[in-house]
């Protein structure tokens, strides 16, 4: 029994702790660190196409919360006895520090504000997917460690030895509101352990990051192909995760929405992966660069009140003659 429980992956004993009255969550933490890592990557990938340095971070001052709005509706309109059957507060479907983002609304509606911002900039939004595609599942990845802390979306029962404890937490000021709880003791929910789906979709998702980064650097790929492929990728991976989850969701003809979410989104990338190969070669540098980047003209020069060492002179002014050296008169002797 011992060795049993040794094999099996422990739960945090909470996700939330208290700094004075604020308190830090680790879903947020989370969510945060993911952004940070898809736009670091992001600059870093389109300046090396020869974009113009910034871009990303400009383009997610739009993106980001795009995306965090459409998340949280998605999520809301996908499961909405969650918030507005009876017994429910329907003011918890604004509380996103709950947890409770769908990464496809996520996806939209980001999609949309990045397109404000790439058109603000003159540059194409295809382009700026591939740039960013790695990253963004990436920070997939890192938010699902959010869903560890959270002790949520995992699987059925196993016998595995990676299987995960799930422990009874208790929230004394609000006993309906066990995700603000803690475990104070290691007593195992009956149903674990369970399958970590957290982990593999966390492992699947840093693997569709690789084979999108080989990809693209492989066959160069572009007009939004890298963006395809970790859509593609992504929801193979997705499909099957889901359809081992236990959680309470919403079925279509006796799928979960998010399999039927994801079984379109594939069939779409794949889609528009085959389309836009025909549009040749990727895009070029000159039409990366944002239409407010200087150009080479708008390089500034350093002020000086010297004249330039190799300033030219105009072609109609001839230069002065320097006058004829006399001899030295030879010194007296």
């Known amino acids: 029994m011992i060795s049993a429980y040794l094999a099996t992956i422990p739960s945090p ?7 004075g009255p604020i308190p830090i969550r680790a879903y947020a933490l989370c969510i945060i660190a993911g952004i940070i890592v898809a736009i670091w990557w992001g600059e870093r990938r389109w300046a090396a196409r020869g974009g113009t340095k910034g871009t990303v971070i400009d383009v997610a001052v739009f993106a980001v919360p795009f995306g965090l709005v459409g998340g949280r509706l998605y999520h809301v309109i996908t499961d909405p006895e ?18 409770g983002l769908g990464i496809w609304g ?35 990845a890192i938010g699902r460690l959010g869903n560890y802390f959270n002790q949520e979306l995992y699987g059925a029962h196993t016998d595995l030895p990676w299987g995960l404890e ?9 006993p309906n509101n066990l995700l603000n709880g803690v475990a104070t003791g290691h007593i195992p ?10 982990l593999y979709e966390l492992i699947w998702n840093l693997l569709v990051a690789l084979l999108v980064v080989w990809a693209d650097r492989k066959f160069k790929l572009g007009h939004g192909r890298a963006f395809a492929l970790y859509v593609a990728g992504y929801t193979v991976g997705r ?12 079925h279509i003809l006796g799928l979960r929405v998010n399999v039927w979410t994801s079984i379109l989104l594939f069939v779409a990338a794949v889609v528009y992966f085959v389309l836009a190969g025909k549009r040749g070669p990727r895009e070029t540098p000159e039409s990366l660069r944002s239409k407010d980047a200087p150009g080479p003209e708008e390089v500034p020069v350093a002020d000086s009140a010297e004249e330039p060492e190799h ?3 105009p072609a109609d002014k001839p230069a002065e003659e320097a006058p004829e050296e006399k001899p030295e008169k030879p010194a007296d002797s």
């Open 82 to 99: 969650l918030y507005f059957t009876e017994g429910k507060n329907p003011w918890n479907a604004f509380a996103i520090w709950d947890g």
């Open 189 to 198: 929910l009956p149903e674990s352990p369970v399958h970590p789906t957290f």
């Open 239 to 250: 499909g099957w995760i889901e359809m081992m989850r236990t959680d309470t969701a919403n």
């Open 106 to 140: 996520a996806i939209a509606l980001g999609a949309v504000g990045a397109l404000i911002a790439c058109r603000r900039k003159g540059i194409p939004l295809p382009a700026m997917a591939d740039a960013i595609a790695p990253g963004i599942v990436v920070a997939q």
């Open 13 to 19: 004993d909470r996700g939330v702790w208290h700094l």
């Open 166 to 174: 799930v422990f009874q937490r208790f929230n004394p000021d609000d």
């Open 311 to 313: 300033a030219s002179v």
